[in-house]
């Protein structure tokens, strides 16, 4: 099996795209084949260097590296298609000498009044075949006198085009409603049913899987690999990917790319198993699945043809999944980036760096996304008792009967108290408790806004000796300061004076 995923660097991985790589991928590791990627890039006016090396990025952060294809090379290059000119040259030439294609010289004004003339008489809008009748001499003869002119396939009349879609059974069409596709823009440049076939035939490729989109197009590619003797692929459509509102992913559903969601801090696993479950289940109602496993079991023909929604609020359910299980080595790594912008860490050293493993924990169980992490563990570095005294939630914890006097008392507790841990933050727990009665939440309630300066967050005996292990660290660390529990619980007691 060699099947291929063939974008047109023109702007960002589009999350739709992405999962049709994804699928492509997916065959080809389940059947042991080979996965190709090449870039279609004959757009001269919208392909860019820049958009090449995102889109090559993105699938390489998603995990879907390539057998063959760019920067890696392989037996059936190039693979970018304006390096492969030559090729669709030679073989619109053949078709010309055959007599399978001709010059088209009709402009662009004539093109579109046939267009309307055709709709007006409430036949299909197809290209009448007005040069079909030019003799191949004087076409040759116009063309060699410099006048601009496409190249066209010759379509058969009343054929019917059958191919067996792996998703959507028989497809047929009739050669009626197809017209004479371009095959050579004037420019010299291919077109994309042209190209492809070839690039497609020259590249060996089994398989076809991409957007239902190309549907209409795959009678015309049909007729040329019949043309040119080659033996077609077999081709899967697949049902394209909505928003939440059942139309087309777009914009005004939000980040619809893969740059835009890996900005967001979603991480590359979360993202394919997401994409990989829409519009294909694994079985037993599993929606949790390492990608090696979905290859295992993957198979087009269990790929369903209705729409299938890409779902952020199901894609931040998976994503929270990831986070709980992920490495917290790797969290951090991740999530330095959000850690910087927020202006919490600099360049962390060795100890900086096993001070964020540590903490980390307090953030992934309870996030959805990475950019979210320096939020959920900010108390730990910025504690201001002076804006929080201000805050309602906080004032409405201290309103609570007894709770200043907790305060005052866990003040008192860690004056000589050194730095704590989890047991001998207990035992002072305790003795503020004989000191002043309080319990449950009236006792842990004060102690949290003294301490952490929130009304919530992480459980007390996890977050301060993480605080105080915090406050311990070297100024060369790369971490910003952490005011240590007893300073906090000093400095909060002076504000309720």
């Known amino acids: 099996m060699r099947v291929r995923f063939a974008p047109s660097p023109t702007g960002h991985l589009h999350v739709g795209n992405a999962r049709t790589a994804l699928f492509n991928w997916l065959m080809a590791r389940n059947a042991g084949g080979t996965f190709i990627l090449r870039i279609e890039d004959t757009d001269v006016e919208r392909s860019t260097d820049e958009s090449e090396a995102s ?17 890696i090379g392989g037996p059936h290059g190039p693979y970018r298609q304006s390096e492969r000119l030559h090729l ?72 019917e085009i059958v191919f067996t879609d792996l998703v959507r059974g028989d497809v047929r069409f009739r050669t009626e409603v197809i017209g004479d596709p371009v095959l050579v823009r004037s420019d010299g440049n291919p077109a994309y049913n042209f190209a492809v076939v070839i690039d497609d035939a020259l590249m060996d490729v089994t398989h076809v899987v991409r957007g239902e989109d190309h549907i ?16 077609p692929p077999q081709f899967a459509h697949l049902s394209l990917v909505m928003g939440p509102d059942h139309t087309p992913l777009s914009k005004r559903h939000g980040a619809t790319s893969v740059a835009e969601f890996r900005a967001r801090g979603f991480l590359p696993e979360a993202v394919v198993n997401h994409l990989a479950l ?3 289940s694994p079985g037993n109602d599993e929606e949790l699945l390492p990608v090696e496993e979905m290859a295992r079991r993957f198979s087009i023909q269990a790929v369903g043809h209705s729409a299938g929604v890409f779902d952020v609020e199901k894609l931040a359910w998976v994503n929270r999944h990831y986070l709980r299980i992920a490495n917290p080595t790797r969290i951090v790594r991740l999530s330095l980036p959000y850690f910087r912008q927020a202006g919490l860490v600099h360049e962390p050293d060795a100890q900086g760096i096993a001070y964020l493993e540590s903490v980390m924990p307090m953030a992934t169980g309870s996030v959805d996304r990475l950019d979210e992490i320096p939020s959920r563990l900010h108390f730990l570095f910025a504690f201001d008792a002076r804006d929080a005294v201000t805050r309602p939630e906080i004032r409405e914890v201290l309103g609570a009967p007894g709770a200043r006097e907790v305060i005052h008392a866990l003040a008192e507790e860690l004056q000589e108290a050194g730095r704590l841990d989890r047991e001998s933050f207990r035992v002072v727990a305790g003795r503020v408790k004989q000191k002043t009665g309080q319990k449950a939440r009236h006792l842990f309630h004060p102690i949290r806004v003294a301490l952490t300066g929130e009304a919530g967050g992480p459980e007390l005996d996890v977050a301060v000796p993480a605080i105080d292990r915090g406050a311990d660290l070297a100024a060369t660390s790369g971490v910003a300061q952490i005011i240590g529990c007893r300073e906090r619980a000093a400095e909060f007691a002076k504000r309720l004076t």
Do not use: M
């Open 55 to 71: 889109v090559l990025e993105d699938l390489r952060w998603l995990g879907l590296h390539w057998d063959e294809g760019p920067e």
């Open 88 to 159: 669709y040259r030679s073989y619109a030439q053949e078709l010309l000498a055959g007599e399978r294609a001709y010059y088209c010289f009709c402009s662009a004004d004539q093109l579109e009044a046939d267009r309307r003339a055709a709709i007006a008489a409430g036949l299909p809008p197809r290209y009448p075949g007005t040069c079909r009748r030019i003799g191949a001499a004087q076409a040759h003869a116009r063309v060699d006198a410099g006048e601009a002119a496409v190249i066209r396939f010759k379509v058969p009349d009343q054929r």
């Open 278 to 280: 829409i519009g294909w």
């Open 216 to 231: 209409s197009n795959t009678p015309r590619q049909i007729l040329l690999y019949e043309a040119f003797g080659f033996t």
